[in-house]
C-alpha cells in the first residue's frame, strides 16, 4: 500500500506542578504563534525538521491558537515542538480534551540529544502561558528516549494508542486505549 504505517505507542498528560529537570547546555527557548516566527527561523526549522514535514505541520495545523517551541543554543536551532490546540486537532486525535493541547512534532538536533533539552524544553511549554491546564503527548512504544523524556518532565500515561496512517500520514485513523484504573 501507497505510503502505508503503522506506529503503536502511548498516550500520556502533563502534571502543570511538577518539578522539571535542567538542561545540560545554556538554551534559548521562544514560544511563538506560527505568523511570528520569522523567515530566518523557518529556514532552520526546515534544515532541522525536514522542508516536507514543516510546510505539512504548517499547512494541517495553522490555526490562531497554534504555537511552536524554539530552542536555540548559541543561536542554533536545536529543538522544536508544535503546540497544537484541541480545537484543530481533535479530529485526528479524539482523545484530546476541548481547550487543552497536543505537544507533538518534537524534534532536538543530534548533536544535543542526551542533554536534558527535550523534557526541559517539554517543562517550558506546560509552564508557559498558553491559556490552558491540559498538555497531552505522544510517543512511539520503540522510542524510548522519547518515553524517557516526557516521565523526565512530569507526563503520566493515561492510555495507548495505534494509529495507521496512508499516504504518508496525509490520512490516518487512531484507536485509543485509555488506562483503567487497575492498570496504572
Not at 24 to 39: G, Q, R, Y
Not at 44 to 49: H, M, P, R, S
Not at 125 to 152: F, M, Q
Request: net charge positive.
Amino acid at each position: 500500500m501507497i505510503g502505508y504505517s503503522r506506529i503503536e505507542g502511548e498516550v500520556f498528560k502533563f502534571q502543570k506542578d511538577y518539578a522539571g529537570v535542567a538542561p545540560k547546555v545554556s538554551v534559548e527557548t521562544k514560544i511563538l504563534w506560527l505568523n511570528e516566527v520569522t523567515n530566518q527561523q523557518w529556514k532552520q526549522l526546515k534544515q532541522l525538521q525536514g522542508k516536507f514535514a514543516v510546510t505539512y505541520l504548517r499547512f494541517r495545523y495553522n490555526s490562531p491558537d497554534t504555537r511552536i517551541l524554539l530552542a536555540f543554543c548559541k543561536r542554533k536551532l536545536i529543538h522544536v515542538e508544535w503546540i497544537v490546540p484541541a480545537k484543530k486537532i481533535r479530529r485526528r486525535y479524539h482523545f484530546v480534551t476541548e481547550h487543552s493541547y497536543l505537544i507533538i512534532s518534537c524534534l532536538t538536533s543530534p548533536d544535543f540529544r542526551g542533554k536534558r533539552v527535550y523534557p526541559s524544553q517539554l517543562r517550558r511549554a506546560v509552564e508557559s502561558s498558553i491559556p490552558t491546564d491540559t498538555y497531552w503527548g505522544l510517543a512511539e512504544y520503540r522510542n524510548i528516549p522519547s518515553l524517557k523524556g516526557i516521565s523526565k518532565a512530569g507526563g503520566v500515561k493515561v492510555g495507548e494508542f495505534i494509529q495507521k496512517k496512508w499516504l504518508w500520514g496525509c490520512v490516518s485513523h487512531l484507536k485509543y486505549f485509555p488506562e483503567r484504573d487497575g492498570n496504572k
